[in-house]
């Protein structure tokens, strides 16, 4: 099956730093997103990209789907409390199937 | 209804019983997906529905496992003859359709005993 990588695993930041996390597949994908997960919580999407160069920012989030179909970012600017929980990547492939990354647990200090 | 709902929340069975876990939809999505999510881990894809039609069960991980949406809301995953591997969250996703933004529900604890 495919394989989404993520990196890093987990992050431990000072409030008001910026923060960056990538992902990176074996495959192509046509859609990239990123959720955001809360303890005891479903996945909340944050950014969808559908392009191939593409590069959305949704507040204090940028995200960008890298030339290569194969990888994607995400940076926070500015990190704050609340910014704490895990992050996945999600991969939207040609079957109509999304395969999700292994997480980066953030966490920061006040 | 407001989201997607799940149930039940929890469930603990002995191995080898069998178990439905119950998913219901945001109101006029076409799409529904079941998840399995292991601990410190992002979700599993399992299979997805676009309406009644089962689209892709590739992600189902053996024949104990299957899932149906005979009238193309609520859906039902069940697992027969449970093992204790089995044992995880088990999540559902609806969507519009297509690339369209999948909302999750709370998700079904799972524990084979």
């Known amino acids: 099956g495919q394989q989404l990588n993520q990196s890093p695993q987990s992050m431990f930041i000072q409030e008001g730093e910026d923060v960056s996390m990538n992902c990176t597949s074996s495959?192509?994908?046509?859609?990239w997103l990123w959720y955001k997960q809360d303890p005891g919580e479903g996945p909340v999407l944050l950014i969808a990209?559908?392009?191939?160069?593409e590069l959305t920012s949704n507040g204090r989030l940028t995200a960008q789907f890298g030339i290569t179909r194969k990888d994607s970012f995400l940076n926070i600017s500015a990190s704050i409390p609340s910014d704490v929980g895990i992050y996945f990547c999600?991969?939207?492939?040609?079957?109509?199937?999304?395969?999700f990354g292994t997480g980066t647990s953030l966490t920061v200090i006040p | 209804g407001a989201g997607v709902s799940q149930s039940p929340r929890y469930k603990v069975t002995k191995r080898g019983q069998d178990v439905a876990l119950r998913c219901d939809p945001i109101?006029?999505?076409?799409?529904l997906y079941w998840y399995r999510q292991a601990l410190g881990q992002g979700p599993e894809f399992l299979t997805y529905?676009?309406?009644?039609?089962?689209?892709?069960k590739s992600g189902l991980p053996n024949d104990r496992f299957s899932a149906e949406r005979p009238e193309g809301s609520i859906s039902t995953l069940t697992i027969q003859r449970t093992e204790q591997r089995d044992s995880a969250m088990y999540r559902c996703?609806?969507?519009?359709?297509?690339?369209?933004?999948?909302?999750f529900g709370p998700g079904t604890r799972l524990t084979v005993l």
């Open positions: 996703a609806s969507s519009r359709g297509g690339t369209d933004t999948q909302y």
């Open positions: 495959s192509i994908f046509n859609t």
């Open positions: 990209l559908y392009k191939a160069g």
């Open positions: 999600a991969g939207l492939s040609t079957g109509n199937q999304f395969y």
């Open positions: 109101s006029g999505h076409v799409s």
């Open positions: 529905f676009n309406y009644e039609a089962q689209q892709d």
